[in-house]
Nanobody
């Protein structure tokens, strides 16, 4: 069992940066792949990035490559999403998730956080 809590969201101007954190509790954190998804009002949930249990493999949605970076720290059971050069279209509720592998498919994840809101003003 894994519990996930996101933090780090907020209001930022276009061009700014934010770092989201996902704190995990549960003894099996190191064996799970992790991912970030986002959902804007009126839109479907969208894959952002994923990282394997080892941290050696990462995946990003193409449109975000180069601006977003996913990472994880085992000692603190924490995953991060560094977001740079933010744009108004990045405004969404950002969720972290944990699952057996790492995937762009939200159905591959078994555990989800409650989300943290990111709002980018123009």
């Amino acid at each position: 069992q894994v519990q996930l809590v996101e933090s780090g969201g907020g209001l930022v101007q276009a061009g700014g940066s934010l770092r989201l954190s996902c704190a995990a509790s549960g003894r099996s954190f190191n064996s799970y792949g992790m991912g970030w998804f986002r959902q804007a009002p009126g839109k479907e949930r969208e894959f952002v990035a994923a990282i394997s249990w080892s941290g050696r493999n990462t995946a990003y949605t193409n449109s975000l490559k180069g601006r977003f970076t996913i990472s994880r720290v085992y000692a603190g059971n924490t995953m991060y999403l560094q977001m740079n050069s933010l744009k108004p279209e990045d405004t969404a509720l950002y969720y972290c998730a944990a699952g057996a592998g790492y995937s762009s498919d939200y159905e591959a994840y078994d555990y989800w956080g409650q989300g943290t809101q990111v709002t980018v003003s123009s």
